[in-house]
């Protein structure tokens, strides 16, 4: 595998090289492509940085903090640019980067540290104004006192890892009697994914819906916020559909918890790109994790804004404040995201790795499409199977509706099998077209009669 560095002789706030890191092989290149396009219009211009190959053990190429350290010195690298997984949430690896001079472009190891933690992170948001979700006041310590809090805040109950994330470490129990299996295998699953099996219990939310909120920060205690997303369709935790505006929050309950998101994050020294997550429940946003890192779906923020947040990214990285104040931003019209993976949904969205045979994207008005597919390109089955991001952007959401569904009807993807006809039949149902869904299913999908 591949990250990417940028090398030149810049103006002075320009960082004199900037390696980025991939989430997976696959989606490796697709931070390189994103990163790229910003840095190169930025002043700075691309070498190979290799940290490892596709088949070796992610421990000993992508997840080898000494070793990606070294190679970005050797190449004489003065930024890394972590990309939106692997290391991208990683404290060490940040303080790791700033001992041998090198600007990490995120935010501060302790407070990476400090929202990586979930109780931690939670009482810190609820300090600043923030609303939670009811659970423990902290990590659980037994299954017995897994139950007692379970009892006082009333079942069904989620039991979380406190270091986890994407779904994993993640037990639901429907009632007393399902506790202490829940917490024991959230446990388990804890340990396996993150060296950590410690856990947490949250009332589990019926019919709500997932709702994130796009932050930037400067090391100067400037925040802005870029407006929200409903990324509400998904399957095991993992996202379809990212829109932007939330089509169901109601304004005010928008504005309050904007401000107050920015709040939170100049609270607790926020610097760069970040994402708040939220649960909408009847109407309120409860808070439930920060991502510190800039995620997969970043795109659909810059849509509506015209604002690039990777070049913020570099900028705060270079020590400069952000170019933009609050008061700056317009946020516009509408943009909705369909991420497109080699996967076959009518066999369990099973992987489909393979050789891309045929690869014609759309290109029509209003279509943004972020990949690093080409007719040729390999989908490897050992990482993640994203081949691109379709974004359309419309002035209304109708109108992005269609415009995304005409765009996805004429792509053609030939070799491996993707989620295509999926998105189309989501974008197609009533239940999407209302609004009226939520986390508990898919819309639109299966298709009746499937």
């Not at 497109?340 to 690869?359: Q, Y």
């Not at 994207?361 to 007719?375: M, Q």
Request: charged fraction near 25%; charge should be neutral; glycine fraction near 10%.
């Amino acid at each position: 595998g591949k990250a990417r560095v940028y090398r030149n002789n810049p103006p002075a706030w320009r960082h004199r090289g900037a390696a980025t890191l991939p989430r997976g092989f696959n989606d490796a290149f697709q931070v390189q492509v994103r990163v790229g396009r910003t840095g190169r219009s930025e002043g700075h211009s691309l070498a190979p940085l290799r940290v490892g190959r596709a088949r070796v053990r992610r421990a000993h190429s992508y997840l080898n903090l000494e070793r990606i350290v070294e190679a970005a010195r050797q190449r004489r690298c003065t930024a890394v640019h972590p990309g939106w997984g692997f290391l991208s949430e990683n404290p060490r690896f940040a303080a790791l980067c700033e001992s041998h001079g090198l600007t990490f472009l995120g935010p501060p190891a302790h407070v990476m540290a400090l929202m990586g933690k979930k109780t931690p992170a939670k009482k810190a948001m609820a300090a600043a104004g923030l609303t939670l979700i009811s659970g423990s006041d902290g990590v659980l310590d037994d299954a017995a006192d897994a139950r007692r809090v379970a009892d006082e805040v009333g079942y069904p109950v989620l039991l979380k890892a406190e270091s986890g994330g994407g779904g994993r470490g993640m037990r639901i129990a429907q009632s007393s009697a399902e506790v202490e299996s829940a917490f024991n295998e959230a446990r388990a699953e804890a340990i396996a994914a993150f060296g950590d099996d410690r856990v947490y219990l949250e009332k589990l939310v019926t019919g709500g819906r997932h709702v994130e909120i796009q932050i930037l920060a400067d090391r100067y205690g400037n925040v802005v916020h870029v407006g929200e997303r409903d990324c509400t369709v998904q399957r095991n935790h993992q996202k379809l559909i990212e829109e932007s505006p939330a089509p169901t929050l109601d304004p005010d309950e928008r504005a309050r918890t904007l401000a107050t998101a920015c709040d939170a994050a100049r609270a607790i020294g926020y610097v760069g790109a970040g994402t708040m997550e939220f649960l909408l429940d009847d109407g309120v946003l409860r808070f439930m994790e920060m991502n510190t890192r800039l995620q997969v779906e970043h795109c659909v923020s810059e849509v509506r804004s015209g604002i690039d947040l990777v070049e913020q990214q570099l900028r705060v990285g270079a020590g400069q404040p952000l170019s933009i104040a609050q008061d700056d931003i317009a946020l516009r019209g509408h943009a909705i995201e369909c991420r497109i993976n080699a996967e076959d949904p009518s066999a369990g969205f099973a992987p489909t790795p393979g050789t891309v045979r045929v690869w014609q994207p759309p290109a029509s008005e209003g279509i943004r499409v972020d990949t690093h597919i080409r007719e040729g390109s390999v989908v490897s089955p050992h990482y993640d199977s994203l081949l691109c991001k379709v974004i359309a952007y419309a002035e209304t959401r109708d109108e992005a509706c269609e415009r995304m569904d005409r765009a996805l009807g004429d792509m053609k993807v030939e070799g491996v099998k993707t989620t295509i006809a999926m998105h189309r039949a989501i974008l197609r149902s009533d239940a999407f077209r209302s609004g009226a869904y939520d986390n508990g299913f898919i819309p639109g999908w299966p298709p009746e009669g499937a």
